[in-house]
């Protein structure tokens, strides 16, 4: 009753076309079982299980092996549906000692999986129903298979996996996640996803609520290069397109298509419960989210870099083209365009950075909608509160940050905010604005350093048009033009905070709106044109 077909080492099974194994009960737990077993090939094999009801547990089930190729087989149908076996493999490889694997010891060496159709892997819940499962696996390739209609993971790797390559499948119709990356005890590194295209993911089994809508998962795992793959969200119980959480080290993620579809929250989250560092994310395209286009969050965080990423949603509930909560950060070079109008969320930043004790955010293109309150939105936020990030630093240079709006000019450009013992230093310039009210704006517990640069007289007037905004005296601005950069008419102005002098607009510049002391005055000699 433990399968109908065990296989002995150095054996090859080739099939012909209409070669089934196949059962229309419950009574063999496997269609084939490899146990122990070295240099076996299995090409073009049938496992079906019944259309309705119980079949196998397991179609292929491998242990403690190593040289095995399974290619060109057809698997459909495997899996109990009863709440009391809750159990469904396509392909399981495992071993009998869940350590890394040793050569002549446990584990499995060398798996290569490839050209193979897995679908309508069955199981009760979500603990069971994955086409693919690796656990105790060193090397491995899992490439060019379709792969579909699982209950629960469509492929998954779970503890003490290395050096395993994932590529160029087809997976689609996942209860919960495409592929998975899960071990339970922080062990294994070095897995390839790449090439592979995923289409509605988080299916969500009846009954189940909760956990790993994704349609990739990384979990405690180290060195994961993520690439050249598309997902694609086709159900609102999607939650991310991709998601990295934990110590989940050394991380790469590039070169991805991710559509939302306004069905999955954000485009890619990472989120570190127990540490995550050094995460590259760059060259993803990134579509109709409904939250985030790429979150990162949590203390653990840190060393993150996010490069020449296309991240573009229309949608109304959209927050944050780019969120990063916490930990040291690169932001550069990426096009961010939330532009929806009338947005009705509070708050809706292109870039948001806080709680990072360090953060370099330079030659962004930004591209943001109206919020729900005209001054509240903006291109670029810095923000930091408490006294454990004192001594931030900050440099948003180089930017471009445009606003989509019903208003001729509204909101803010760029602004940087400490809060109460928050203290926290920044370098502005060479950054440019479009249809924005206040091209640049800084709490009292920000303070500049180097050349603070704004385009026009008018935008001067603005910097300081919030209510924590507070500029030392004789603190200076450069002004690139008197109407716009270039033309002429710029210079370097100083902020006199006890001034009342009548503004002439050009030598005494009055902020916009104010009636209190405080006058702008250009550093001049001789006649003023």
Same mark, same amino acid.
């Given at each position: 009753?433990?399968?109908?077909?065990?296989?002995?080492?150095?054996?090859?099974?080739?099939?012909?076309?209409?070669?089934?194994?196949?059962?229309?009960?419950?009574?063999?737990?496997?269609?084939?079982?490899?146990?122990?077993?070295?240099?076996?090939?299995?090409?073009?094999?049938?496992?079906?299980?019944?259309?309705?009801?119980?079949?196998?547990?397991?179609?292929?089930?491998?242990?403690?092996?190593?040289?095995?190729?399974? !290619?060109?087989?057809?698997?459909?149908?495997? %899996?109990?549906?009863?709440?009391?076996?809750?159990?469904?493999?396509?392909?399981?490889? $495992?071993?009998?000692?869940?350590?890394?694997? @040793?050569? *002549?010891?446990?584990?499995?060496?060398?798996?290569?999986?490839?050209?193979?159709?897995?679908?309508?892997?069955?199981?009760?819940?979500?603990?069971?129903?994955?086409?693919?499962?690796?656990?105790?696996?060193?090397?491995?390739?899992?490439? *060019?298979?379709?792969?579909?209609?699982?209950?629960?993971?469509?492929?998954?790797?779970?503890?003490?996996?290395?050096?395993?390559?994932? $590529?160029?499948?087809?997976?689609?119709?996942?209860?919960? #996640? %495409?592929?998975?990356?899960?071990?339970?005890?922080?062990?294994?590194?070095?897995?390839?996803?790449?090439?592979?295209?995923?289409?509605?993911?988080?299916?969500?089994?009846?009954?189940?609520?909760?956990? !790993? +809508?994704?349609?990739?998962?990384?979990?405690?795992?180290?060195?994961?290069?993520?690439?050249?793959?598309?997902?694609?969200?086709?159900?609102? !119980?999607?939650?991310?397109?991709?998601?990295?959480?934990?110590? #989940?080290?050394?991380?790469?993620?590039?070169?991805?298509?991710?559509?939302?579809?306004?069905?999955?929250?954000?485009?890619?989250?990472?989120?570190? *419960?127990?540490?995550?560092? $050094? @995460?590259?994310?760059?060259?993803?395209?990134?579509?109709?989210?409904?939250?985030?286009?790429?979150?990162?969050?949590?203390?653990?965080?840190?060393?993150?870099?996010?490069? %020449?990423?296309?991240?573009?949603?229309?949608?109304?509930?959209?927050?944050?083209?780019?969120?990063?909560?916490?930990?040291?950060?690169?932001?550069?070079?990426?096009? @961010?365009?939330?532009?929806?109008?009338?947005?009705?969320?509070?708050?809706?930043?292109?870039?948001?950075?806080? !709680?990072?004790?360090?953060?370099?955010?330079?030659?962004?293109?930004?591209?943001?909608?109206?919020?729900?309150?005209?001054?509240?939105?903006?291109?670029?936020?810095?923000?930091?509160?408490?006294?454990?990030?004192?001594?931030?630093?900050?440099?948003?240079?180089?930017?471009?940050?445009?606003?989509?709006?019903?208003?001729?000019?509204?909101?803010?450009?760029?602004?940087?905010?400490?809060?109460?013992?928050?203290? %926290?230093? +920044?370098?502005?310039?060479?950054?440019?604005?479009?249809?924005?009210?206040?091209?640049?704006?800084?709490?009292?517990?920000?303070?500049?350093?180097?050349? $603070?640069?704004?385009?026009?007289?008018?935008?001067?007037?603005?910097?300081?048009?919030?209510?924590?905004?507070?500029?030392?005296?004789?603190?200076?601005?450069?002004?690139?033009?008197?109407?716009?950069?270039?033309?002429?008419?710029?210079?370097?102005?100083?902020?006199?905070?006890?001034?009342?002098?009548?503004?002439?607009?050009?030598?005494?510049?009055?902020?916009?709106?104010?009636?209190?002391?405080?006058?702008?005055?250009?550093?001049?000699?001789? #006649?003023?044109?």
């Amino acid at each position: 009753t433990d399968a109908q077909l065990d296989i002995n080492s150095n054996q090859s099974i080739a099939c012909a076309k209409d070669a089934k194994i196949t059962t229309s009960d419950s009574l063999f737990h496997r269609g084939l079982s490899l146990i122990g077993v070295t240099d076996v090939l299995i090409d073009g094999l049938n496992i079906q299980g019944p259309s309705v009801g119980d079949g196998f547990d397991i179609a292929i089930y491998s242990e403690d092996e190593s040289n095995i190729t399974i !290619q060109n087989c057809t698997i459909r149908g495997v %899996g109990k549906v009863s709440a009391s076996t809750e159990k469904g493999h396509g392909l399981l490889f $495992t071993s009998n000692s869940i350590i890394e694997p @040793v050569i *002549g010891v446990s584990g499995n060496f060398n798996i290569t999986v490839v050209n193979n159709a897995i679908t309508d892997i069955k199981g009760h819940g979500y603990l069971r129903g994955d086409a693919v499962y690796f656990r105790c696996v060193k090397g491995g390739s899992i490439h *060019g298979n379709t792969l579909g209609n699982t209950r629960r993971m469509t492929v998954a790797l779970t503890d003490h996996v290395y050096d395993v390559k994932i $590529t160029d499948n087809e997976i689609f119709d996942c209860h919960l #996640a %495409g592929i998975d990356l899960e071990p339970n005890d922080y062990s294994g590194d070095s897995v390839v996803i790449s090439g592979n295209t995923i289409r509605n993911f988080g299916i969500k089994p009846e009954g189940q609520t909760g956990v !790993q +809508y994704h349609g990739i998962d990384v979990r405690s795992m180290d060195y994961v290069s993520i690439s050249n793959n598309v997902i694609i969200a086709e159900n609102d !119980q999607a939650e991310n397109c991709i998601n990295v959480i934990n110590r #989940a080290d050394k991380c790469v993620i590039s070169d991805n298509t991710l559509i939302c579809n306004g069905h999955a929250s954000n485009g890619m989250h990472l989120y570190a *419960g127990s540490g995550l560092d $050094t @995460v590259t994310i760059t060259g993803n395209i990134i579509e109709e989210f409904t939250e985030y286009g790429i979150s990162s969050s949590s203390n653990g965080n840190d060393n993150i870099l996010i490069d %020449g990423n296309n991240i573009h949603s229309t949608r109304l509930d959209a927050v944050k083209g780019i969120f990063v909560g916490a930990g040291q950060c690169h932001i550069s070079d990426n096009i @961010v365009k939330v532009d929806a109008l009338e947005a009705i969320q509070d708050y809706p930043y292109g870039i948001q950075v806080s !709680q990072s004790k360090r953060a370099t955010i330079i030659g962004n293109q930004v591209r943001i909608g109206t919020g729900t309150g005209e001054s509240t939105t903006g291109g670029i936020l810095v923000y930091i509160s408490g006294v454990g990030m004192a001594g931030s630093v900050f440099n948003v240079s180089d930017n471009f940050v445009e606003r989509v709006s019903t208003e001729p000019t509204a909101g803010r450009g760029i602004f940087l905010w400490g809060r109460t013992d928050a203290k %926290g230093v +920044y370098t502005a310039k060479g950054n440019q604005f479009r249809n924005v009210q206040y091209e640049l704006a800084h709490s009292e517990h920000m303070e500049r350093v180097g050349v $603070t640069e704004v385009s026009s007289v008018d935008a001067l007037s603005k910097v300081n048009r919030h209510n924590y905004s507070v500029w030392k005296n004789n603190e200076t601005v450069e002004v690139l033009g008197y109407h716009s950069a270039g033309d002429g008419g710029g210079g370097t102005f100083f902020w006199d905070a006890d001034s009342t002098d009548a503004p002439d607009g050009g030598t005494i510049i009055a902020p916009f709106n104010s009636t209190g002391d405080g006058r702008w005055k250009r550093v001049y000699s001789g #006649a003023v044109n």
